[in-house]
């Protein structure tokens, strides 16, 4: 969006204004829901996005049919896993949507995320791990064993 990039929102006015980003993302035009998830990314860098709104905020985004929108979804998922374990099960839930693409691509790269955060799994991420091992079951030949291995569900 020309216009929000060339006001350049300042952390703190961005911050004021998370809410109002997320709700832009479930059913926004593409152009205005990448805008949106540019600013949240940059809010969750920043540790200035609570986990509820991230969660709200990755279900939207992975509910989208947009191929390029559900990229930047499992992009910033794993990079909020790695930027902050405790949030392992905001990530693993909001990667199930993505199994259900016809992106054949997409959903290997979302599967192979979900089993390597296996081993950070909460009681939600593990359910979330369930419905990963659903769809993977008859592709785990193809999918590599996370690091450090994948404990019982």
């Keep these: 969006m020309g216009l929000h990039d060339r006001l350049n929102p300042a952390l703190d006015e961005a911050a004021a204004h998370a809410s109002d980003y997320a709700s832009l ?13 540019a600013q949240l990314w940059r809010l969750e860098e920043a540790g200035r996005l609570d986990d509820g709104l991230l969660a709200e905020a990755m279900a939207a985004l992975t509910s989208r049919p947009e191929k390029k929108l559900l990229r930047v979804a499992v992009e910033w998922a ?21 199994l259900a693409q016809d992106t054949p691509a997409l959903r290997e790269r979302a599967a192979r995320l979900a089993l390597s955060l296996a081993p950070k799994a909460g009681p939600r991420g593990r ?8 769809w993977s079951g008859a592709s785990r030949e193809r999918l590599p064993p996370p690091r450090g291995g994948i404990t019982p569900l």
Excluded: S, Y
């Excluded at 902050?84 to 199930?96: E, F, G, K, P």
């Design 25 to 37: 993302l479930p059913a926004g035009p593409v152009a205005v829901a990448d805008m949106a998830v």
């Design 78 to 98: 794993a990079e909020a896993a790695l930027r902050d374990a405790t949030r392992t099960d905001i990530v693993l839930q909001a990667l199930v949507p993505v």
């Design 127 to 134: 359910a979330a791990l369930r419905r990963v091992a659903e």
